[in-house]
């Protein structure tokens, strides 16, 4: 469960110590886009130590650089042993891609089991999607990284997002078909904050699984768009509980408030209420 995943620049160590007491459900220590070509190899020590120091029950884990720059196999060689929770590689293209990655995680001694996770970023990345999506087993995600590929696709942001609305709907329905999560990408305007509530309830509307975020001031808005409402869960609780009572009674479907309630409903509301304990579970161990 990702509702929030924050960046944090792998060369400022400060902000690490701040975010890892927000209430973000992950932190991402970035070494690609917010750590200068020169101070890349001070970065790739700063992430090491932060990871060594990382607060307990928070996920943590690393963006590198992508493998075909002179930095990113030493991000996987560095980081491979350090304690991340998982490894996020950018601007994947193809699954070799995710072997690659893989074969140089576990040359280095990086737990065999370590998850990868893929960013969806680039017009070849997003046709691509559902190769890349099935082609390793230690895919956990995909991230959307819309920033990138409004540039690659020369398009202009705007307030409804349409110009990624295509794109999106793909990382999302790649994600649903090989059963991984999808994280949608960031909001850029830090004082926006209508804009980025905005941002949070379309990503949810279309099925992602949280967002990510640049800076903690915009945790809030996606821990509430993306955890179901009071409201959700009192008629979850309700579909449930009719439709266990009607299969019971031996009958396929129930009805509640007028409304049909078949299987497919019991299982979203199981899903929702599960989505709940979980978010509980989290809030109660700090």
């Given at each position: 469960m990702v509702r929030s995943m924050l960046f944090v620049p792998g060369d400022a160590p400060r902000k690490f110590d701040k975010a890892g007491a927000s209430p973000a459900d992950a932190l991402i220590l970035d070494l690609e886009d917010s750590?200068?070509?020169?101070?890349?190899?001070?970065?790739?020590?700063?992430?090491?130590?932060m990871l060594g120091q990382a607060p307990a029950g928070k996920?943590?884990?690393?963006?590198?650089?992508?493998?075909?720059?002179?930095?990113?196999?030493?991000?996987?060689?560095?980081?491979?042993?350090?304690?991340?929770d998982a490894v996020l590689l950018p601007k994947v293209q193809s699954a070799a891609e995710l072997d690659a990655l893989?074969?140089?995680?576990?040359?280095?001694?990086?737990?065999p089991a370590l998850p990868l996770w893929a960013m969806a970023e680039t017009p070849l990345g997003f046709l691509r999607l559902d190769a890349i999506a099935g082609g390793?087993?230690?895919?956990?995600?995909?991230?959307?990284?819309t920033s990138d590929l409004v540039k690659d696709l020369r398009a202009r942001h705007t307030p409804e997002r349409h110009e990624t609305l295509l794109a999106r709907s793909l990382a999302v329905l790649a994600a649903r078909a090989h059963g991984l999560a999808v994280l949608d990408g960031?909001?850029?305007?830090l004082d926006d904050d209508a804009g980025l509530a905005t941002a949070c309830q379309q990503g949810r509307d279309l099925g992602f699984d949280g967002k990510t975020l640049i800076h903690p001031k915009q945790i809030a808005a996606a821990n509430a768009a993306f955890a179901p409402t009071e409201a959700e869960l009192t008629s979850a609780r309700?579909?449930?509980?009719?439709?266990?009572?009607?299969?019971a009674a031996?009958?396929?479907?129930?009805?509640?408030?007028?409304?049909?309630?078949?299987?497919?409903?019991a299982r979203e509301?199981?899903?929702?209420?599960?989505?709940?304990?979980?978010?509980a579970a989290r809030a109660a161990t700090g």
């Open positions: 750590v200068a070509p020169d101070g890349k190899a001070a970065a790739r020590e700063a992430v090491r130590a996920q943590v884990w690393v963006r590198i650089n992508a493998l075909d720059t002179p930095w990113g196999l030493d991000d996987a060689r560095a980081i491979a042993q350090a304690g991340a893989a074969r140089a995680l576990d040359a280095a001694g990086a737990p390793h087993p230690r895919l956990a995600a995909i991230v959307v990284g960031v909001h850029l305007e309700k579909r449930l509980e009719a439709w266990r009572a009607a299969q031996g009958q396929g479907v129930a009805v509640v408030d007028g409304a049909l309630v078949e299987n497919l409903h509301a199981e899903r929702l209420l599960a989505l709940a304990d979980a978010i």
